[in-house]
């Protein structure tokens, strides 16, 4: 067990060094602020504070984990080895910098809560933050950090026995329409006939799905059902229950061929709930959504992802709080790949309003499919992926990919994407 001394133990404090050392490093950790017990301690150990008390492993503190609220930080993003970090510490600490403070700002999205300006679906953008505008959004530096700090301790002792995590994959499949041409209603498909009136080719391919001669585009279920049978992980597949609206435009949540999919998915996959744009701004609808997916799937709801991968912080965690879901899949960026909250382990949410650690746990994504849509060729696309997982693999983390059943379809748009979600899956074996 490591013991960290501190003058003062704060709840940030807290979840900032359980994430580090407990999450991505796997050593237990405790803290205290008395002396006594830390010179007692036999194992591992370190103090945390603007001083030293003598000549143990130390690192220098910033004062973010003892403060409280919001504050305009000054922060300076500096190389580090082949990486970045910020809040220099100075020549005694063992570190550099303060990667505990560092990784609490990046962590609780901080940046966040700031002023900033949202894109058109009311969205944090990654140009908008640190980590993009000082070139090290594509790393997950506080997996990094942690590796970096792992071997500072392994230096100062030697006899203890570090524990060794394992890569994973955790795939997300985004099911916002299930079907594009089936299972739509009367109104819905005579729209949809006199919109493809000019387009031969579409309008007889609707006609041969809706008579049952050719698959839809969208039904791609029987392929990642197959993938998930020889998968090393369970695939994590949100559908989307909401009413038609501007934003959410699936078929009937209440029609039974819907019902009978979602339920057969769920023999395989972890099924959760998409939840809807309106929902978003509407804990009634939320909760509405929620229980109609618990009827479904005939058990609670764990697992929910956003519409547009959208989030309002720290609103948005606290209404899955309040209605006792678990665990989050929205926190990422769907244009840009990276690490939006700095790290490629899954991590407890931090309300900074008011100061605590939620059991609400943050499933971070690093890719979205349509993230490499704007890179041209296969190559291009399969290189800037396998450059992702090696980033990953190196600290043993999670790598979390989101797709779409539509993006296994045979539209040109998503041409190579089945060969680029085989690789990934591919990687857990390598």
Not at 40 to 57: G, R, V
Not at 126 to 155: C, G, M, T
Not at 402 to 422: A, G
Request: charged letters at 25%; hydrophobic letters at 40%.
């Amino acid at each position: 067990m490591l013991l960290v001394y501190t003058p003062k133990i704060t709840s940030r404090l807290k979840y900032s060094f359980r994430h580090i050392c407990t999450r991505i490093l796997e050593i237990p950790v405790q803290f205290t602020s008395k002396v006594e017990e830390f010179i007692a301690h036999d194992s591992i150990k370190m103090s945390y504070a603007k001083q030293p008390l003598s000549n143990e492993f130390y690192i220098k503190s910033h004062e973010l984990l003892f403060d409280h609220g919001l504050s305009d930080i000054d922060i300076n993003v500096l190389d580090w080895d082949d990486t970045k970090c910020f809040f220099v510490t100075g020549e005694r600490s063992a570190l550099p910098f303060d990667i505990f403070s560092a990784a609490f700002y990046l962590l609780s999205r901080y940046e966040e809560y700031l002023p900033h300006v949202k894109d058109e679906y009311g969205r944090f953008t990654a140009k908008e933050s640190l980590a993009y505008n000082n070139d090290f959004l594509h790393q997950p530096v506080i997996d990094i950090w942690a590796y970096k700090f792992r071997k500072k301790l392994k230096e100062t002792f030697p006899d203890y026995q570090f524990e060794e995590r394992t890569y994973k994959v955790q795939t997300v499949i985004d099911v916002p329409v299930a079907y594009y041409y089936k299972h739509k209603g009367l109104m819905r498909t005579i729209g949809g006939t006199i919109k493809d009136i000019f387009k031969f080719k579409k309008l007889y391919q609707r006609y041969l799905v809706l008579f049952n001669v050719k698959r839809d585009p969208y039904n791609t279920f029987k392929w990642i059902i197959n993938k998930q049978k020889h998968a090393n992980h369970k695939f994590s597949v949100f559908f989307l229950i909401a009413e038609y609206s501007t934003f959410d435009k699936n078929i009937n949540p209440n029609r039974k061929p819907f019902v009978s999919l979602i339920k057969s998915v769920a023999d395989y996959c972890r099924v959760g709930l998409k939840v809807s744009f309106l929902a978003l701004n509407d804990e009634v609808i939320l909760k509405q959504e929620k229980l109609r997916m618990e009827s479904i799937i005939n058990r609670d709801l764990e697992i929910s992802r956003n519409s547009f991968s959208k989030l309002n912080l720290p609103t948005t965690y606290r209404q899955l709080l309040d209605l006792e879901i678990s665990e989050d899949f929205s926190m990422g960026y769907v244009n840009d790949l990276g690490f939006r909250a700095g790290t490629c382990t899954p991590f407890l949410f931090y309300d900074l309003d008011y100061e605590v650690q939620t059991p609400l746990l943050i499933n971070s994504f690093c890719l979205m499919d349509f993230s490499l849509l704007k890179i041209q060729s296969f190559l291009d696309k399969k290189e800037t992926l396998e450059k992702l997982i090696k980033q990953v693999k190196k600290v043993n983390g999670t790598f979390t990919p989101v797709f779409h059943n539509y993006t296994f379809s045979d539209d040109e748009r998503w041409k190579d994407f089945k060969q680029l979600f085989n690789i990934i899956l591919a990687s857990e074996h390598e």
